[in-house]
T-cell receptor, first 113, second 111 residues
Framework: DGGITQSPKYLFRKEGQNVTLSCEQNLNHDAMYWYRQDPGQGLRLIYY???????QKGDIAEGYSVSREKKESFPLTVTSAQKNPTAFYLCASSSTGGKGEQYFGPGTRLTVT | GENVEQHPSTLSVQEGDSAVIKCTYSDSASNYFPWYKQELGKRPQLIID?????GEKKDQRIAVTLNKTAKHFSLHITETQPEDSAVYFC??????????FGAGTRLFVKA
């Protein structure tokens, strides 16, 4: 299960607070991704980064922000502007080119009340 | 926009029977089609993939077929076992960094 890690596994926050989810990989992959998983909706892309200091919005970027200051790290901030933040968040990475296997982290389950 | 539809959303089979999951994609430029398996409480993991220059690929009990003309691809699991119970996701990629996932199929294999 090594290679890509996420922390914490469970996270609880009050409404109105920003929260940052951690994602680290030691696979030397250039590309990293954040997905949101809700029941019956599969994996929806929030943000992705092809290389350090560069990232692009995915399909559901509103209310989220990211940074990519290091190749190994791609933290996701869930801001108070995200209307329905309670979900399971998965980070992934892949080698340059993107047309290949994505390696997923174990996920963080965020609950906002 | 790009879309991947996956059916059925739930599938229940008897141990030893076959299971088939079907997906369709909208972007004709898609050329890479991975399948991921997610066991309860675990991360998705790649189980098989196929590229657009191939019509079929097999790996032991699992196989994937691709019909580019119809923009369909399917996962076939033969001789199902209880450990095959999981959620399966199909996906499509056009060669860039963005992969579109289907909504998932929850497979139950009854012993």
């Amino acid at each position: 299960d090594g290679g890509i890690t996420q922390s914490p596994k469970y996270l609880f926050r009050k409404e109105g607070q920003n929260v940052t989810l951690s994602c680290e990989q030691n696979l030397n992959h250039d590309a990293m991704y954040w997905y949101r998983q809700d029941p019956g909706q599969g994996l929806r892309l929030i943000y992705y980064s092809q290389i350090v200091n560069d990232f692009q919005k995915g399909d559901i970027a509103e209310g989220y922000s990211v940074s990519r200051e290091k190749k190994e790290s791609f933290p996701l901030t869930v801001t108070s502007a995200q209307k329905n933040p309670t979900a399971f968040y998965l980070c992934a990475s892949s080698s340059t080119g993107g047309k290949g296997e994505q390696y997923f982290g174990p996920g963080t389950r965020l609950t906002v009340t | 926009g790009e879309n991947v539809e996956q059916h059925p959303s739930t599938l229940s089979v008897q141990e030893g029977d076959s299971a088939v999951i079907k997906c369709t994609y909208s972007d004709s430029a898609s050329n890479y089609f991975p399948w991921y398996k997610q066991e309860l409480g675990k991360r998705p993991q790649l189980i098989i993939d196929i590229r657009s220059n191939v019509g079929e690929k097999k790996d032991q009990r699992i196989a994937v077929t691709l019909n580019k003309t119809a923009k369909h691809f399917s996962l076939h699991i033969t001789e199902t076992q209880p450990e095959d119970s999981a959620v399966y996701f199909c996906a499509a990629n056009t060669g860039g960094f963005k992969t579109i996932f289907g909504a998932g199929t929850r497979l139950f294999v009854k012993a």
